[in-house]
Every structure is written in C-alpha cells, then in structure tokens.
C-alpha cells in the first residue's frame, strides 16, 4: 500500500495545511485539487510552481483509484440500473449501484449512486447478503469516495445524488465516513449539496448523535426498520440486542437540526415475518417517538431475495394491503420499485463477489 495521502480521501483546506507550501500556492493548489476529483488526474509537474515545490507534492501525495472489474446492467421504466464491482488496492472488492430516479416537477431522470462504506458487515441482518459475509475492513474516506469519481470517470454515470446504503454500515465506520461527507460537500471538488446526500443506518444510537455533531442541517437520514416490534427486529436485525426500538426512537428524535427535516424509514415487506397483525400500528407507534408529528416517510420495500433467502418477495397484492394499511393510520408511505434484481443490485443483495473469470 502507498505511504502517501490518496488526495481524494481529504477536503482542499486539509490538502493545502498537509502540503506546505508557503504563502501564493492557494490559486495552484486548488487548480490541483479540483482536476484530481473532476479528471481523475494529480499531476504536479503540469504547474507553474518550481520543480522543489511539484517534488514535494509527489511524495505527500497520490491520486489512486480501484479498478473497475464488471459491470452489469438492467433496464427499466426510468433507465439503466447498474452495477459496479470494484477492487480495491489490497484485493478485497466491493459494489457501488447507479440508480435511475425520476427528477422532481419533470419527465426526465437523473441518478442516486448507493455507495459501500465497508468490505462485509458485521450488522448480520438476515435478509441482507453483505451481512451473511461478516466484516473484512472499514473503507478510508478515499476509498469512499473513488467509487463516486471513477464511475463518473470510467462510465459515464450521471450522479446527482449520493446514498450510503451499499455494502457495509456508515455509522460502524464513522471517521471515515465523516471525511467523505466533508469531500462530497467540498465546493473546491465535487461540490455535493447537503440535501443530495443520505446516510442510511440500522441504529447506531452513538453514531446518530456522532451524525448530529457533525452540524449538516440539510443531510438526509434515513433508518432501516423493517419490524413492528423488538421481538421480529432481534431476529432480523441483531443490531436491536444492543439498540431496542425505544432507544433508536429517542436517538432519531433528536437528531432533527431543522424544523422541516423529514426522517426516512425503510421497511423491507417480508411476508409472513414482519407483515402480520399489528404491524402498522407498531409502525405507527414507532413513529410517534422517532418523528416529529408529519415528518417521517416510510419507503416501503419488497424482499428481494438472495443467495440464502429468509423468505419470498411479496406479491403485489400484499404491497398494496399493507400499504393501504399504513396510510389508514395517516402515514406518508412511498413505494420503493425494485431495480437491479437480475443483476443482484437490489436492497439487501450486494456481496462485493467476483464472477469466475472477471
């Protein structure tokens, strides 16, 4: 591994402290920055600086990327969805998803990238194929980061919004995931808005209030649910031994640093586990400790299965029924449209698996 800062892992201020340049350097600099994340190039010698100052940047500093080893895609009603298998400098690999979105007040569409924060798991959610892989590393910031600049470089993507919600938990890597939100928000490089982003978790209680310290009043977040009540989350998400529902609402709620902030609740519909009677109302109940009153959206999700499935994917009759039951209870609900199946892309299926022969 390289000794040298990967400069896509660290915000311009830190870059310009780290390298040290003396005063007259910030317009030189800057220009280096902005072509690391927008070209993918780090080329000092290129600058009208002297050969002792480029020498200098070169050995602080490196721009590396991973490689890109597969791609898969799917089409459907709003474009291509699309997975990229990535390998990272030491072997271990990961999966970043580009998700086709309509666009707000028009036909068009744009595109959310699902970025990994971690190689596995160790959340072992049972619905989820990252967690039956357990956890191998954390991702520097860098690493997190690089998926976003080499899809767009490599590919083509058209990214307009980023979620963490690929393989690993952001909360359980916090540092990292920290710098990577300072970078995407960077206006020097890639200049990310904070209502763009969205971290998803399963309720890291400690992480949600290390979020909040953070002070982004405009970044989205989101919690994955998907139980009425600690005896179905236990068994599905093991994480809730450690946060029960009663904790996890009282860290939501006061995570809000704004009075229009809306709290994303992701509830993956698995039938005949967590759909049974009282389910919405324990949702419901759930709500009214975690949000203020109208401010929550349930993204409702249907099961996709994976390698090891706890169970089917609903049909569409059953999405509607529980559904409609939500919204009797005067909850916002939006339906999730399963993208990526073929290709293994869906919520719950990242693996981070190279195919025979890549």
């Known amino acids: ?22 005063p007259g350097r910030s317009r030189a600099l800057g220009f280096l920055y902005k072509a690391a994340f927008r070209e993918g190039r780090f080329e000092p010698e290129g600058l009208a ?24 895609e799917e089409e459907g009603e709003l474009g291509t969805t699309a997975k990229a298998l990535l390998r990272l400098e030491d072997g271990a690999c990961i999966e970043c998803v580009r998700i086709p979105v309509p666009h707000r007040g028009s036909g068009s569409a744009t595109a ?112 994955s649910l998907n139980a009425p009540d600690d005896l179905v989350r236990t068994a599905l998400m093991p994480v809730n031994t450690a946060v029960d529902l009663a904790s996890l609402a009282e860290s939501l709620a006061r995570y809000p640093q704004r009075k229009n902030f809306a709290l994303g609740v992701n509830y993956c519909l698995i039938p005949g586990l967590n759909d049974g009677p009282g389910a919405a109302e324990g949702i419901a109940a759930f709500l009214a400790k975690a949000a203020l009153p109208g401010r929550a959206l349930v993204n409702l999700i249907p099961y996709n299965p994976g390698s090891e499935p706890v169970g089917r994917a609903p049909r569409a009759e059953e999405l509607d029924a529980f559904e409609a039951r939500l919204k009797d209870l005067g909850i916002q609900v939006k339906r999730r449209a399963p993208r990526g199946l073929s290709l293994m892309a869906a919520c719950g299926q990242l693996g981070g698996k190279v195919r025979a022969n890549p």
């Open 49 to 72: 600086i002297s050969r002792e100052a480029a020498g200098s940047l070169c050995s602080r500093f490196h721009l590396a990327l991973p490689q890109l080893v597969e791609v898969v």
């Open 112 to 223: 959310t990238l699902c970025l990994s924060s971690q190689v596995g798991c160790r959340m072992a959610c049972a619905f989820c194929e990252t967690g039956r892989s357990g956890l191998t590393r954390n991702l520097s910031a860098a690493e997190i980061v690089a998926q976003l600049v080499i899809v767009r470089l490599k590919l083509g993507w058209d990214i307009s919004n980023l979620v963490f919600m690929g393989m690993g938990e952001p909360l359980d890597n916090f540092e990292a995931v920290a710098i990577s939100l300072a970078v995407f928000l960077d206006s020097s490089g890639l200049g990310f808005a904070q209502e763009d982003l969205t971290l998803c978790t399963v309720g890291l209680d400690s992480g949600i209030r290390r979020l909040r310290g953070l002070g982004y009043k405009r970044l989205n977040l989101s919690v």
């Open 1 to 22: 591994m390289d000794a040298r800062t990967n400069i896509l892992g660290i915000t311009r201020k830190n870059f310009e402290a780290l390298a040290d340049l003396g």
